[in-house]
């Protein structure tokens, strides 16, 4: 393939200085000292949990951990055995047989791999959700959980075929500056799936009824705390969440004229009406630092060097060899690119993780600002941590790793050195 002198050195580049803009963006918006000048220590466990809430929280997760790592590992796997083994070109040569068109054959061998690592790890899936059902934790009958891994799949399918078709047609047209093309569309569909979320993919999974239909007065309630905030919200609605689980939670979604509190019908259910302003506050502080905006804007940059990247990785004659071509623009290379895909998130979790995790930890501390209610706050993240059955005491590596918010203690402590900072001695 063809390619004009000057686009390798270009790309590299254009990765480099993504590579830096995502850094910095990361660097200067994260709040790494969410409460400035303090030492944050974990709170002591049995402060403010039984022994037998923490037995039950490390026999939950001594149980579930099983399901949830070989899932994990599954889902890797098929991926890459297929991306990097001589699988993947069979599977391509196999579609190529079939179907004439390019954007078809690209979109069924991105079907065709999504649908075997979804059934690959179906198995393992539904012996994680076996183990919530048993500890109380999902409500979910096997029609309805199998119907949103259908769901989920679906939704994965389209946006990841779509994104694909994209890649492939970009390098097919510029075959040697595809990855500007290419850059610039990932980051699109970043911001217009981020935006699209609220309208379009959570109506898929849940339902929604206005709050004032339930408990009006609560609704005044949070709508004052979100104007004394100065977020400007539309409405409040509350999610069907019991028909899937006993977790409570809330969050604000939207932007713009779209955004509005919801809370989980759970969370009503079972805490009082302090503890639900408390949630809505920490939901509202993420909303007055614009977080989703935040995050969308490093998401865009992140999947435009992401694409870069490809294009980088695909030039490596050992790729080049795996794929069974050296053209980007041949759908031959959908395999691999998934494989690839697939190591990269996998490897950008860490940094992901620790970013969400101040992000949240900054949110803890909005909602005592807002509230100035400690006692609330401490007995939120109890109910939060026993209701959701969340890990109390997890390990620091995997918790480094995979978690994208603190720990219960860590909040907690955090807690406690905002009462020291304002108020005195907890």
Do not use: C
């Not at 059902?133 to 946006?159: F, M, R």
């Amino acid at each position: 393939m063809r390619r004009r002198p000057g686009s390798l050195l270009a790309a590299y580049v254009a990765a480099a200085a993504l590579a830096a803009i995502l850094l910095a963006l990361v660097w200067t918006l994260t709040p790494w000292q969410p409460l400035p000048d303090a030492t944050i220590e974990p709170a002591p466990v049995q402060r403010y949990f039984t022994p037998e809430q923490v037995a039950r929280s490390e026999a939950f997760h001594d149980a579930i951990k099983w399901p949830s790592w070989l899932a994990l590992a599954v889902g890797i796997a098929v991926p890459v055995v297929i991306g990097f083994t001589p699988l993947g070109r069979r599977l391509a040569a196999a579609v190529r047989g079939r179907a004439n068109r390019w954007p078809v054959q690209v979109t069924a061998i991105t079907t065709i791999v999504l649908v075997a690592q979804s059934l690959a790890t179906l198995p393992l899936r539904a012996w994680g959700h076996a183990v919530s059902t048993s500890y109380g934790l999902s409500t979910q009958s096997w029609a309805g959980w199998l119907a949103d891994a259908g769901k989920s799949l679906a939704v994965a399918v389209v946006l990841t075929a779509l994104a694909l078709v994209l890649l492939v047609g970009f390098a097919r047209r510029f075959p040697a500056t595809w990855f500007a093309p290419a850059g610039l569309a990932a980051a699109g569909l970043v911001v217009v799936s981020s935006f699209a979320y609220p309208v379009v993919f959570e109506p898929l999974f849940s339902r929604f009824t206005p709050l004032h239909e339930r408990n009006s007065a609560l609704q005044t309630r949070l709508l004052a705390l979100a104007a004394r905030d100065h977020v400007e919200v539309t409405e409040v609605l509350v999610a069907d969440a019991s028909r899937r689980t006993t977790a409570v939670n809330a969050y604000v979604s939207g932007f713009g004229a779209s955004k509005r509190i919801v809370v989980y019908d759970t969370l009503l259910a079972s805490a009082a009406a302090d503890e639900v302003a408390l949630v809505v506050a920490h939901e509202l502080g993420h909303a007055a630092e614009d977080d989703v905006l935040v995050g969308t804007l490093q998401g865009a940059v992140g999947a435009a060097f992401g694409a870069t990247g490809l294009f980088l990785l695909l030039r490596r004659p050992a790729v080049r060899r795996l794929a069974g071509t050296d053209d980007a623009g041949n759908p031959a290379v959908v395999p691999v690119v998934l494989a690839l895909v697939t190591v990269g998130s996998f490897l950008s979790l860490p940094l992901q993780n620790t970013v969400s995790r101040h992000v949240e930890a900054r949110a803890d501390v909005h909602a005592l600002d807002l509230t100035r209610d400690l006692p609330t706050f401490i007995a939120a993240q109890q109910r939060l941590s026993v209701t959701n059955l969340t890990h109390l005491e997890p390990n620091d590596v995997l918790a480094f790793w995979f978690t994208t918010h603190p720990a219960p203690l860590d909040r907690i402590g955090l807690a406690e050195q905002w009462q020291r900072r304002y108020d005195g001695p907890p």
